[in-house]
C-alpha cells in the first residue's frame, strides 16, 4: 500500500476549511483537541475528546488506529459495508482496520459525533492465475507475488460510477462524449446504494478514481477546445477502464435497468 489520505470535512472540529492528509508506509498522524503542549495534526475542537485522542499508522499494507482514551470507544465504519463496522475500545493500541474507505467516527459532549475518513486506495490484491488450488504458486510454495496494476473493488460505488461513465462507449452509443455529472446521478439513482448519490458525491468518486486509484494525467479540463465542459478528467478514466479492460459489457449488469424513457431498457450491448 502506497499510503492512505484523510479527510476532516469542513465544520468537523478544525473551523471552516477542510483538512486534508496524505501519509507513507510508517507515517503517524495524531488526531484531538490538541494543544501547545500535545501539538495534533488533525485537530478535532470538542470538550469531550481528549488532547490527544488517538493516532493512525501507516504499515505495509493497511493501517492502523490506536484509541488513547481511557473511556471512550471510537468506530471505525465501512461507508460501502452496509452497516460494517469496528468499534475500537479506549487504550486499545494498534487496531489493524481493513476497509478501503473508513469513517472514524468519535463521541462529542452533546451527544453527537465527529467524524473524519480515511482511504486507503492501494489495498493489495493477488493474481488469480499465478495461485493453485491451496493458494500457493507453482509447486507448493510462493513464487514472487503479482500484484493488480489497478486495484479496484467492483463492489465500491466509486466503481458503479466509473461503469456509468463507461456505458455509452460500451453501448456503442457515443464513440466521443461521457456522460455528464448530473447524467451520471440520474442513471444510477434506481441502485439501492446510491439512493443518496448527490452531484458533488459524483465528482468527489471521479476525483478519488483518477488521482488515487488510476493515477491518471488528465488533459487541462478548461482547454477551450471543449468548450468549458471539463470533462478531460473522465474521458482519460474511460479510455483507461476500457483499454485496460477494467470495465467490460458484463460489468453493465451492475448498474439499474435503464428506464423507459429513453426506449433502451434491457437494450444489448453494442445493440
Known amino acids: 500500500m502506497s499510503g492512505i489520505v484523510i479527510y476532516l470535512p469542513p465544520g468537523g472540529g ?34 469531550a475528546i481528549s488532547r490527544l485522542a488517538g493516532e493512525i499508522r501507516v504499515t505495509d499494507d493497511h493501517w ?89 473493488d467492483e463492489t465500491a460505488t466509486y466503481f458503479l460510477v466509473l461503469v456509468a461513465l463507461c456505458e455509452p462507449r460500451l453501448r456503442d452509443e457515443s464513440p466521443l462524449e461521457v456522460p455528464t455529472t448530473p447524467a451520471i446521478v440520474e442513471r444510477l439513482a434506481g441502485h439501492p446504494a446510491c439512493a443518496r448519490l ?21 488533459p487541462a ?5 471543449r468548450g468549458g465542459r471539463r470533462n478531460g478528467k473522465r474521458e482519460t478514466l474511460v479510455a483507461v477502464a476500457l483499454r485496460f479492460g477494467l470495465v467490460r459489457e458484463e460489468h453493465l449488469a451492475l448498474l439499474p435497468p435503464r428506464g423507459a424513457d429513453g426506449g433502451r431498457a434491457g437494450r444489448p450491448a453494442g445493440g
Open 14 to 47: 478544525a473551523g471552516s476549511n477542510a483538512v486534508t492528509l496524505r501519509l507513507g508506509p510508517g507515517e503517524v498522524a495524531r488526531f484531538g483537541r490538541g494543544s501547545a503542549a500535545t501539538p495534533v495534526e488533525l485537530r478535532l475542537a470538542d470538550a
Open 64 to 152: 492502523q488506529l490506536s484509541n488513547h482514551s481511557a473511556t471512550q470507544s471510537y468506530l471505525v465504519e465501512n461507508p460501502e459495508g452496509a452497516g460494517e463496522y469496528l468499534r475500537v475500545p479506549p487504550r486499545r493500541a494498534g487496531a489493524p482496520i481493513p476497509f478501503e474507505f473508513s469513517r472514524v467516527v468519535l463521541p462529542t459532549r452533546h451527544g453527537g459525533a465527529l467524524a473524519f475518513q480515511v482511504f486507503a486506495p492501494d489495498h493489495v490484491y493477488l493474481d488469480p492465475d499465478g495461485l493453485g488450488a491451496d493458494g500457493l504458486g507453482p509447486g507448493g510454495a510462493w513464487g514472487s507475488r503479482t500484484v493488480t496494476a489497478y486495484s479496484l
Open 198 to 218: 448527490t452531484a458533488r458525491a459524483v465528482s468527489s468518486h471521479i476525483d478519488y478514481l483518477a488521482e488515487e486509484k488510476m493515477r491518471i494525467s488528465a
Open 221 to 225: 479540463e478548461d482547454d477551450a477546445r
